[in-house]
């Protein structure tokens, strides 16, 4: 990576990092039931971000939720995709669709529409 790359990349990393705190960990723990948003289980649990750094996702209430370290490691390019193609990818269309409307219908519930307001996904 070039120079010029490398500090656009550490700028638009640095500048996903708004606000988190333990309240809001303890928070989106609770809305999945201590749970990963995907599978349901409770064992290597990690956040995540909904809508990734990468497609211009922040560190803020709404955009981060619980999952297991299967689901969080190794995405297979989930970095590439919206959260949605992504879940399509992973789950199939049926699934995938499901498990994506829940998230965000739990992630805009839970954070009073943090996730539209500072969102760059679009559907």
């Not at 999945?32 to 948003?37: K, P, V």
């Not at 064992?43 to 995540?48: G, K």
């Not at 994506?100 to 529409?113: M, N, P, S």
Request: glycine share 8%; proline share 3%.
């Amino acid at each position: 990576m070039n120079k010029l790359a490398k500090k656009r990349y550490n700028k638009k990393r640095n500048d996903a990092y708004v606000y988190w705190s333990d309240d809001e960990t303890i928070r989106i723990m609770f809305a999945f039931n201590n749970s990963c948003a995907y599978c349901g289980s409770k064992y290597n649990i990690e956040l995540d971000h909904f809508i990734p750094i990468k497609r211009g996702g922040k560190t803020i209430p709404g955009n981060i939720y619980p999952v297991c370290r299967e689901h969080n490691r190794g995405k297979d390019g989930k970095h590439a995709k919206l959260p949605r193609d992504w879940a399509i990818w992973k789950f199939g269309f049926e699934n995938g669709d499901s498990l994506y409307q829940d998230i965000k219908r739990i992630l805009q519930i839970h954070y009073e529409g943090w996730y539209y307001r500072n969102s760059t996904e679009v559907g």
